[in-house]
């Protein structure tokens, strides 16, 4: 199974992504994690990514398609992989399909999660983070057993720095005008599959299988 999932920021493939990744032993590899962790642990990647982060911009193709590189060439993704975040510009797209064509594997489905925006904009100001181990909560969805308090590793929990109202805005702006051009560029092929993201985390879930079922 060779996945990407495709939506705005909120959209809940992040989510959806861990859990298909954990039910079939896929690996999911998120780009904004790995960026994350880039900083987190004050690499030169991180420093240099963390500008572009906090504005909500994108960081430059070159550097996320080399991270993609790296990811896709670990023994682990020999049998399948799920990325998630990636790829969010044309140029990424096509990027990722000179990778696999080296490769001789192709993708099975890009699944596009569509939620309205006035949804994402209420999940994203939910949202509430783990600066220590990465977990995601969301205080309408998807909440803490401990108010504020990561279930994992019991760290306090924050909102992170791009879910702030005007850089949300900016995120939203970015994806119209970068991402959302793949739906097109992906629509000519016939791997395109839709998600209506919106529901239950349940339920979602039983949409997602219900379309990747077969790849
Ligand atoms: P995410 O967690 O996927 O929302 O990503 C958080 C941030 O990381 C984004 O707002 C971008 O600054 C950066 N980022 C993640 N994935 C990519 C990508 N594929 N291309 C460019 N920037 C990315």
Redesign the pocket.
């Known amino acids: 199974m060779n996945l990407v999932l495709l939506g705005p920021?909120g959209s809940g493939k992040?989510t959806q992504g861990e859990r298909l990744a954990a039910h079939s032993g896929v690996p999911k590899y998120?780009?904004?994690?790995i960026?994350?962790d880039a900083v987190r642990r004050g690499t030169q990647l991180g420093d240099d990514?963390k500008r572009?982060?906090d504005?909500?911009?994108?960081?430059?193709?070159e550097?996320?398609l080399g991270l993609?590189r790296e990811a896709l060439s670990t023994p682990d993704a020999a049998e399948g992989f799920i990325l998630?975040?990636?790829?969010?510009?044309v140029a990424?797209a096509e990027g990722l399909q000179r990778l696999l064509e080296e490769r001789g594997i192709g993708l099975d489905a890009v699944v596009y999660f569509d939620v309205p925006d006035e949804e994402l904009i209420r999940r994203l100001a939910g949202r509430r983070s783990c600066p220590n181990c990465g977990a995601v909560f969301n205080i309408h969805s998807d909440p803490p057993s401990v108010t504020g308090t990561c279930d994992n590793c019991e760290s306090e929990l924050v909102t992170r720095e791009?879910d702030r109202e005007e850089t949300v805005k900016n995120?939203l702006r970015?994806y119209k005008e970068h991402t959302e051009p793949l739906l097109r560029w992906y629509g000519e092929s016939s791997v395109l599959r839709e998600v209506e993201a919106v529901g239950s985390l349940e339920e979602v879930y039983g949409k997602l299988l219900g379309v990747v079922g077969d790849s």
């Open positions: 920021p992040g998120a780009t904004g994690d960026l994350r990514a572009y982060m504005a909500g911009e994108l960081v430059p193709d550097v996320v993609v998630d975040g990636f790829p969010r510009t990424q791009d995120r970015v």
